[in-house]
């Protein structure tokens, strides 16, 4: 019940196009979603997080979509760059210690 | 802001030795400190949760004699891996929470090789 479920595991979308990358999990005590962006050799970057109370947040190219009674979130990554090109992981906390379970990563390739 | 930094970044070292990871929040004071391990192609695997003034709290099957974390202040945390062995050998990876924002806010890593 603790598990984060991502999908998939590689990516590869044309430059410009829009890249997907899905999440679902079960414990519905979960209330903070984040998602991260890791380059070779690199820690993890936040990118984008939501709140189960919104269904939709964008920042610039990047929108995640939250589908509450699906218990499933999504990344958007829109007009794709290769500069996009990394690990995504998303995750999940609850309560005040904020502690992250991790989804497996999706690693995205973006051909230019 | 909400900037994290780690040192070294890379060490070798022989086997038997013992090597310290430094940990700090530049920007913020964080409350709570994570250590992370990450295998080539892997997810992160969380070792331990550190509160400052607190001793950890290690995860399952960590073993938190060979892997010592001190958080001595709200901007410093250490791990210390303890007669350092080749299965050893990973890349770790810190994370601090900013008690002012929800997420974690992570370090750039530290590759450690045991010879």
């Known amino acids: 019940q603790q598990q984060v479920k991502q999908s998939p595991q590689s990516l590869i979308v044309q430059k410009g196009g829009i890249s997907i990358i899905n999440c679902a999990y079960e414990n519905t005590a979960f209330d903070y979603f984040p998602w991260y962006q890791q380059f070779p050799g690199k820690g993890p970057a936040l990118l984008i997080a939501i709140r189960p109370d919104v269904s939709e947040k964008k920042e610039g190219r990047f929108t995640i979509s939250f589908n509450k009674s699906a218990k499933q979130f999504s990344l958007h990554i829109m007009d794709s760059q290769p500069g996009d090109s990394a690990t995504y992981f998303c995750a999940a906390s609850k309560g005040s210690n904020y502690q992250l379970i991790w989804g497996a990563g999706t690693k995205l390739i973006i051909k230019p | 802001g909400a900037v994290v930094s780690q040192h070294p970044s890379r060490v070798i070292c022989k086997s038997g030795t013992s090597v310290k990871i430094e940990c700090r929040s530049l920007?913020?004071?964080?409350?709570?400190m994570f250590w992370y391990r990450q295998f080539p192609k892997k997810s992160l695997m969380l070792m331990a949760t550190?509160?400052?003034?607190?001793?950890?709290?290690?995860e399952q099957g960590v073993e938190k004699d060979k892997f010592l974390i001190n958080h001595a202040s709200l901007t410093l945390s250490t791990l210390t891996v303890t007669s350092a062995h080749p299965e050893d050998s990973s890349f770790y990876i810190c994370?601090?929470?900013?008690?002012?924002?929800?997420?974690?806010?992570f370090g750039p890593g530290t590759r450690l090789t045991v010879l």
């Open positions: 550190s509160n400052e003034g607190s001793k950890a709290t290690y």
């Open positions: 920007d913020f004071q964080a409350t709570t």
């Open positions: 994370s601090a929470r900013d008690p002012t924002s929800p997420g974690q806010f």
